[in-house]
């Protein structure tokens, strides 16, 4: 039971990461549109790279980029929440009810660790060049949150041995 208890609050917690990283993405726009414009632009890489031309200098491309990360966060969270809600009512019952209650929250945690690979290690460090930038570099958060979410999901997905008594 303990085990079922610790995945659904790491779920839970999780959920609760990215809800707050959704409220401030929205409430503090600037601030993160300013970092993924800076990361597409390319302005702050090492001068002169031959990769100059991949940069985009469209603020309606940084704007669609901008808003695709948030509506994942935003579908991520979501689907965290789901999980985590759907195991804290299957806790109880027996393995088979608990292990498909888990199924969203999978999907969450799987979804989030495509957003940091995909758009930030895959996208704006390997495209863009990000690991060249000393100001717009975000792969010491990527690699931080991928690595938490990984470790939850790799939790999640282990066999759950009892039913409860």
Not at 32 to 39: A, D, E, G, K, L
Not at 41 to 58: E, K, L
Not at 134 to 139: A, L
Request: net charge neutral; glycine share 6%.
């Amino acid at each position: 039971m303990i085990l079922r208890a610790a995945k659904t609050a790491l779920i839970f917690a999780v959920a609760l990461f990215y809800a707050f990283v959704v409220f401030d993405n929205i409430t503090d726009y600037n601030s993160n549109y300013q970092f993924v414009r800076h990361v597409l632009m390319m302005d702050s890489t090492f001068p002169g790279n031959q990769g100059m031309w991949r940069a985009i200098h469209s603020p309606v491309a940084h704007t669609a980029f901008y808003l695709s990360i948030i509506a994942w966060e935003f579908t991520t969270m979501l689907l965290c929440f789901w999980g985590a809600i759907r195991m804290a009512f299957a806790v109880r019952h027996n393995s088979q009810m608990f292990r498909q209650a888990k199924n969203p929250a999978i999907a969450g945690l799987t979804l989030g660790l495509l957003m940091w690979l995909v758009a930030f290690l895959d996208v704006g460090e390997g495209w863009f060049l990000m690991w060249q930038s000393k100001t717009w570099n975000g792969q010491e958060p990527a690699f931080r949150m991928f690595t938490v979410v990984g470790i939850v999901l790799l939790l999640l997905v282990q066999p759950d041995a009892e039913d409860p008594v």
